[in-house]
C-alpha cells in the first residue's frame, strides 16, 4: 500500500506538473524574503559590540550553511527512497539537488573564510566544524562525479544513492562538531529548541534571510530537477506532450 | 528597529574598515545564484528545443 501510495505521487510527470504551478509563487515570495533580511540585516540591524559590521555576512553565512546540510539530508531521504522503493524520481532529485547544495556549500565556506580574515585574523584553520564542511563540499563533487561516470544510468542513480547514505554520517559531525572538539568556530548562537545567544535586533533578520534563502532554493531545485527529468524522460510521450 | 545604521551611503560601503569583507561576499553569492538560475533556465531552453526538433514531422 505504502508503495502505491509513493509511485502514485512520485511520478516524473507530477512532479513536473505540480511544481510548474508553484515555482512563480515560490521565487517570488523566496527573493522577496531574501531581500528583506538582507536590506534589514545589511542597513539596520546594529553593529556588533565585539565584530563591528563585519557579522553581517552571518545573513548570508548562516542560511548557507544551513541549506548545505538540509540539501544534503533531503538527498538522503531522497537515496532511502530510490534504494528501497526504487522511486526514479528520487534518483533524478538527487542529481539535481546536489549541484545546488556543491554551490550553497561553497558560499558557506567561502563567506566563513573571508568573515574569519577581521575577527581570527586567518582565512582557513582546519578545525572541525570547518574541516567537516570542507568534506560535504567535496562529498557533493564526489557524488556528481560518481554520476557522470557510468553510462548505464540506472546503475549510475543506484551508485549514487549508496553514496549519498555512506555521506550522511557526516551531518551529525558537522552539527556536532562545535560540540565535541575545541574549535576556533564558535558554538550554535541559534537554537531551534532553546534559548538564543543572539539579539532579536539581529535574530529576526537572520531567519527572515534563512526563509528566504530556503524558497529561493526550492525554486532553483525545481528549476534544475526539471531539466534534468526532461532529459532523462526525453523519450516519453508525456514529455514529448508537454514541451 | 528600522533605524538605519550608517550616518551616510560612504559608511554603508566602508562599514569601518569591514565593507570590503561584508560586500565581496555577498556580490559573490548573489552572482553564483543569479549564475545558477540563469544555467537552470538556459537548459530547460536547450532541452526543450532538442525534444522538439527530434520529433519534428519531417
Known amino acids: 500500500m505504502i508503495t502505491a501510495f509513493i509511485h502514485k505521487f512520485s511520478s516524473p510527470k507530477s ?21 528583506f533580511g538582507w536590506a534589514w540585516g545589511l542597513f539596520f540591524a546594529p553593529q556588533d559590540a565585539v565584530q563591528g559590521n563585519s557579522y553581517r555576512i552571518i545573513f548570508l553565512h548562516v542560511p548557507s550553511v544551513i541549506f548545505a546540510e538540509l540539501i544534503y539530508f533531503f538527498m538522503a531521504v531522497c537515496a532511502l527512497m530510490h534504494l528501497v522503493w526504487r522511486v526514479k524520481l528520487a534518483a533524478y532529485l538527487i542529481k539535481s539537488a546536489a549541484p545546488i547544495g556543491a ?15 577581521p575577527t581570527w585574523g586567518t582565512w582557513w584553520q582546519w578545525d572541525a566544524r570547518i574541516t567537516s564542511t570542507l ?7 564526489g557524488i556528481l562525479t560518481l554520476h557522470g561516470s557510468f553510462s548505464n544510468l540506472e546503475k549510475a542513480d543506484r551508485l549514487m544513492s549508496i553514496l549519498v547514505i555512506i555521506g550522511v554520517i ?3 559531525i558537522i552539527k556536532k562538531s562545535v560540540d565535541w572538539w ?7 548562537s541559534i537554537s531551534v529548541s532553546g534559548s538564543s545567544s543572539i539579539d532579536p535586533s539581529m535574530l529576526y533578520p537572520l531567519f ?14 525545481i528549476l534544475t530537477s526539471r531539466s534534468y527529468i526532461f532529459t532523462r524522460e526525453k523519450n516519453k510521450r508525456w514529455v514529448l506532450e508537454h514541451v | 528597529m528600522f533605524n538605519l545604521a550608517f550616518d551616510n551611503f560612504n559608511d554603508i560601503l ?23 538560475f540563469l544555467i537552470a533556465n538556459k537548459r530547460i531552453k536547450a532541452i526543450q528545443k ?9
Open chain 1, 103 to 117: 554551490m550553497i556549500t561553497f558560499i558557506g565556506l567561502f563567506s566563513g573564510s573571508i568573515w574569519g580574515i
Open chain 1, 208 to 221: 527572515i534571510s534563512v526563509i528566504g534563502l530556503g524558497f529561493t532554493l526550492i525554486a532553483l531545485g
Open chain 1, 135 to 141: 568534506i560535504l563540499f567535496i562529498m557533493y563533487l
Open chain 2, 14 to 36: 566602508y562599514m569601518q574598515g569591514h565593507g570590503i569583507y561584508v560586500w565581496s561576499v555577498y556580490l559573490i553569492g548573489i552572482l553564483m545564484i543569479a549564475t545558477s
Open chain 1, 182 to 188: 575545541s574549535t576556533l568556530h564558535q558554538p550554535a
Open chain 1, 170 to 172: 557526516n551531518i551529525p
Open chain 2, 50 to 58: 532538442k525534444i522538439k526538433i527530434s520529433n519534428a514531422p519531417s
Open chain 1, 15 to 35: 512532479f513536473v506538473n505540480l511544481t510548474e504551478k508553484i515555482y512563480p509563487f515560490l521565487i517570488i515570495f523566496g527573493v522577496s524574503m531574501l531581500i
